[in-house]
Antibody
Framework: QVQLVESGGDVVQPGRSLRLSCAAS????????MHWVRQAPGKGLEWVAS????????YYADSVKGRFTISKDNSKNTLYLQMNSLRVEDTAVYYC?????????????WGQGTLVTVSS | DIVMTPTPLALSVTPGQPASISCKSS???????????LHWYLQKPGQPPQLLIYEVSNRFSGVPDRFSGSGSGTDFTLKISRVEAEDVGVYYCMQTIQLPLTFGGGTKVEIK
């Protein structure tokens, strides 16, 4: 079955960088779009970034555009989120999610999430 | 941005009774391909979200048939025919027709 396992979450100071990873298994990783969604403590869900199956088309929320980069390595079945210039408001659980299509249709499987805390 | 507005924000339901959650979008979610990109997710306590219903009315694999979705254009409804204790959590609607992708703020369902 589909498995998505996030890692890389940590406590970091404002302005620093962090890279999240999402190891995928149980499906043909190279054939599906992938996404990152975050959830601040006690809050709702916020879409962060998406990319298409081949990794060429990338989309970002305005709140992270220019600071975060989504990418994937199809040879390693891994999705990444490079987060630069982190802000206190980036504190959240970050989930990776698989799409049901090659790009954006619906998020049909989610990982357990990894916690990023930005604090001085 | 498309704003997704759920109603109600919280719901307390007796087991075995029905429940209904509405979601209104600020723009039509009907795509030119004929599909409507409105989906429902349930986030149980301490867990990640899970897909319940995609494209308004299609139950995802393994979702019990007590869950059903309906609606069109800008008005959508998720119904639970007979609520069970395991249905507690926060229900989110989400649109994927337009960037930025947006979620409703969630409806918290608890058991009486």
């Amino acid at each position: 079955q589909v498995q998505l396992v996030e890692s890389g979450g940590d406590v970091v100071q404002p302005g620093r960088s962090l890279r999240l990873s999402c190891a995928a298994s149980g499906f043909t990783f190279s054939s599906y779009g992938m996404h990152w969604v975050r959830q601040a403590p006690g809050k709702g869900l916020e879409w962060v970034a998406s990319l298409s199956y081949h990794g060429s088309n990338k989309y970002y929320a305005d709140s992270v555009k220019g600071r975060f980069t989504i990418s994937k390595d199809n040879s390693k079945n891994t999705l990444y989120l490079q987060m630069n210039s982190l802000r206190v408001e980036d504190t959240a659980v970050y989930y990776c999610a698989k799409d049901s299509s090659i790009a954006i249709r619906c998020f049909d499987n989610w990982g357990q999430g990894t916690l990023v805390t930005v604090s001085s | 941005d498309i704003v997704m507005t759920p109603t109600p924000l919280a719901l307390s339901v007796t087991p075995g009774q029905p429940a209904s959650i509405s979601c209104k979008s600020s723009q039509s979610l009907l795509h030119s391909d004929g599909k409507t990109y409105l989906h429902w997710y349930l986030q149980k306590p301490g867990q990640p979200p899970q897909l319940l219903i995609y494209e308004v009315s299609n139950r995802f694999s393994g979702v019990p048939d007590r869950f059903s979705g309906s609606g069109s254009g800008t008005d959508f409804t998720l119904k639970i025919s007979r609520v069970e204790a395991e249905d507690v959590g926060v229900y989110y609607c989400m649109q994927t027709i337009q960037l930025p992708l947006t979620f409703g703020g969630g409806t918290k369902v608890e058991i009486k």
